[in-house]
């Protein structure tokens, strides 16, 4: 599988991307490999086939990493019987319920990490959740009782899935986790979860100082937008879609994929230098003034 931009990056050993930099790199250099091979990666937020999540697992995949896949549980077991096959051509070692909101599920994921795999080597934190009432017209109607859960699901619960891995990571690990533009931008509509995305964001700088003692990173990612789930629920999805088409430099919004392809490198080696950041996988529209 290669990737979109041409150029850099050629398909080389099946699961395996081949990073050619004859033009920016000496010799010695010259031959990199964005190879994940022998680690192991969880995966959580994905429910069905236009998930973020789904994106990064297959990138992860690609580049030969083992996965475990987490889903949300609910009384039907609507989730688990889609996410079950849609994964199952990753041929994931680890399939798990997770609702962040139950602590005794978090500990069960993290327990079966351990027995099954002994380590981590990366962990996707890909989900969010706001009401529907919280995700249109004006942010002061917000209760606190939307408040409390939009923050507890979407950036409270990247602590306590840190906190179990910490003592599973191997040297060198890496955490990813999705934001949006809106975590610093006033965006119509998005509401409490840029104030999520607020405190998301400033979470990974916390975290990659803490984790930073074992060589484990902590990154964001922050999308633009792409058509989701999740994304369905914020009122005006498709005009900020538009919006980014008309004005972000590469005039098109981004695509799972290419979310998953940045993920992949923040797994892999190739990004052991860089830790509490957001990185801006938007097309580049979050640089533009009109
Ligand atoms: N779609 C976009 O435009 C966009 C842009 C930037 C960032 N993001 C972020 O990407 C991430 C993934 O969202 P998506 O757009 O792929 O939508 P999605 O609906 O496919 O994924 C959201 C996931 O969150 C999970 N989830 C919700 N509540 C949960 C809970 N209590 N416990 C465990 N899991 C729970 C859902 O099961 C789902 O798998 C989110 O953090 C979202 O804010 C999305």
């Given at each position: 599988?290669?990737l979109?931009?041409?150029?850099?990056?050629?398909?080389?050993?099946?699961?395996?991307?081949?990073?050619?930099?004859?033009?920016?790199?000496?010799?010695?250099a010259?031959?990199?490999?964005?190879?994940?091979?022998?680690?192991?990666?969880?995966?959580?937020?994905?429910?069905?086939?236009?998930?973020i999540?789904?994106?990064?697992?297959?990138?992860?995949?690609a580049?030969?990493?083992e996965?475990?896949?987490?889903?949300?549980p609910?009384?039907k077991?609507?989730?688990?019987?889609?996410?079950?096959?849609?994964?199952?051509?990753?041929?994931?070692?680890?399939?798990?319920?997770?609702?962040?909101?139950?602590?005794?599920?978090?500990e069960?994921?993290f327990a079966?990490?351990?027995?099954?795999?002994g380590q981590?080597?990366?962990?996707?934190?890909?989900?969010?959740?706001a009401?529907?009432?919280?995700?249109?017209?004006?942010?002061?109607?917000?209760?606190?009782?939307?408040?409390?859960?939009?923050?507890?699901?979407?950036?409270?619960?990247?602590?306590p899935?840190?906190?179990?891995?910490?003592?599973?990571?191997?040297?060198?690990?890496?955490?990813?986790t999705?934001?949006?533009?809106?975590a610093?931008?006033?965006?119509?509509?998005?509401?409490?979860?840029?104030?999520?995305?607020a405190?998301?964001?400033?979470?990974v700088?916390?975290?990659?100082a803490?984790?930073?003692?074992?060589q484990?990173r902590?990154?964001a990612?922050?999308?633009?937008?792409i058509?989701t789930?999740?994304?369905?629920?914020?009122?005006?999805?498709?005009?900020?879609?538009?919006?980014?088409?008309?004005?972000?430099?590469?005039?098109?919004?981004?695509?799972?994929?290419?979310?998953?392809?940045?993920?992949?490198?923040?797994?892999?080696?190739?990004?052991?230098?860089?830790?509490?950041?957001?990185?801006?996988?938007?097309a580049g529209?979050?640089?533009?003034?009109?």
């Amino acid at each position: 599988m290669g990737l979109a931009n041409g150029g850099d990056v050629v398909t080389g050993d099946p699961g395996v991307w081949r990073l050619l930099g004859e033009n920016h790199c000496n010799a010695s250099a010259r031959f990199m490999l964005l190879d994940l091979r022998g680690k192991k990666a969880l995966v959580t937020g994905i429910a069905n086939n236009k998930s973020i999540a789904w994106g990064i697992a297959q990138q992860l995949h690609a580049a030969g990493a083992e996965l475990g896949v987490t889903y949300l549980p609910d009384d039907k077991g609507r989730f688990e019987g889609k996410v079950r096959e849609l994964t199952a051509p990753l041929s994931p070692t680890l399939f798990e319920p997770l609702n962040v909101q139950d602590p005794a599920q978090i500990e069960a994921v993290f327990a079966k990490v351990k027995e099954q795999w002994g380590q981590i080597d990366v962990l996707v934190h890909c989900l969010a959740f706001a009401g529907k009432d919280e995700l249109i017209g004006d942010y002061s109607n917000i209760s606190p009782e939307g408040f409390a859960r939009a923050l507890e699901v979407s950036a409270y619960s990247l602590a306590p899935l840190c906190k179990h891995a910490k003592p599973l990571f191997s040297e060198g690990g890496s955490v990813i986790t999705l934001s949006y533009l809106g975590a610093e931008r006033a965006i119509p509509n998005y509401n409490v979860m840029g104030v999520a995305k607020a405190a998301l964001e400033a979470s990974v700088r916390y975290l990659a100082a803490e984790l930073g003692e074992k060589q484990v990173r902590v990154n964001a990612i922050s999308a633009g937008p792409i058509r989701t789930l999740a994304s369905s629920a914020i009122g005006g999805i498709l005009d900020m879609i538009h919006n980014v088409e008309e004005k972000a430099p590469l005039h098109r919004t981004v695509t799972q994929d290419e979310v998953g392809g940045t993920a992949a490198f923040l797994a892999s080696n190739l990004a052991s230098g860089i830790t509490g950041q957001t990185i801006y996988v938007d097309a580049g529209y979050c640089i533009t003034g009109m």
